[in-house]
């Protein structure tokens, strides 16, 4: 009974730090026939001018996503910031004001790399930021999102980014959500991801449409679980 206690505790305060700071998510099993059945109906879209943009991979957020999920994401997104390095595509480090700077991880890795530091004060990373600003500049049309949460900030970033003008895609081991807090599965944002943007299984399918120029149509997804 106690532990019952202490857990609700602990998971109402969780609640209340991440509603405070405007950033939650969930995970949810998906089953592999939904995934193919979301995918079979999306045509992945053509390859346009690109820009990264890292979102809230602060150690606040992390601690509360699975650590083996975190553990197989963390060097898929090193590859996408290698690769921006190597097709000299910009890079943009959204992080959430006051709490903390991106994970060391990534910053070992961002060291080495010309890329921008964006603080920002709600979930959408394009509000009172400047991000369209400097996404404009460079000309950029599609954006690479990677980040937390999956079901939060990752997805009122992308959903910033459509009304903004810009084509969004990303791959389901380069976002990340915590295990479930709040009753909107998982599957969902990934119907939503599937359905306005180009949604990848793998950070390497996502790298094989990003060095094609032709224009790529069918399912990309082959199985995918959370654990």
């Not at 390859?47 to 509360?64: N, R, T, W, Y």
């Not at 709490?99 to 603080?119: A, D, F, M, S």
């Not at 954006?143 to 992308?158: K, P, R």
Request: hydrophobic share 40%.
């Amino acid at each position: 009974f106690m532990t019952t206690i202490i857990n609700g505790i602990h998971r109402s305060i969780l609640s209340v730090a991440i509603a405070t700071a405007m950033a939650c998510g969930n995970r949810a099993n998906i089953e592999r026939k939904e995934q193919e059945n979301v995918m079979d109906m999306v045509p992945i879209k053509q390859k346009k001018p690109l820009a990264i943009v890292v979102i809230d991979m602060q150690d606040f957020f992390l601690e509360s996503v699975n650590p083996r999920e975190l553990e197989s994401e963390l060097p898929n997104q090193i590859k996408i910031l290698e690769y921006a390095q190597e097709n000299s595509i910009p890079i943009y480090v959204l992080e959430y004001s006051g709490l903390g700077g991106t994970t060391e991880r990534l910053q070992k890795v961002l060291h080495n790399l010309p890329y921008q530091t964006i603080l920002k004060t709600s979930s959408d990373g394009f509000l009172n930021t400047g991000l369209n600003d400097l996404l404009r500049v460079n000309n950029v049309e599609q954006i690479i999102l990677m980040g937390a949460y999956a079901s939060h900030c990752v997805l009122a970033t992308a959903r910033g980014a459509l009304e903004h003008g810009y084509s969004i895609a990303t791959s389901l081991d380069l976002i990340q959500d915590p295990p479930p807090l709040w009753p909107h599965p998982m599957d969902e944002s990934v119907k939503w991801y599937a359905s306005q943007g180009n949604l990848f299984l793998s950070v390497d399918d996502l790298i094989t449409y990003l060095d094609s120029d032709a224009l790529k149509m069918g399912n990309v997804f082959s199985s995918f679980s959370c654990e």
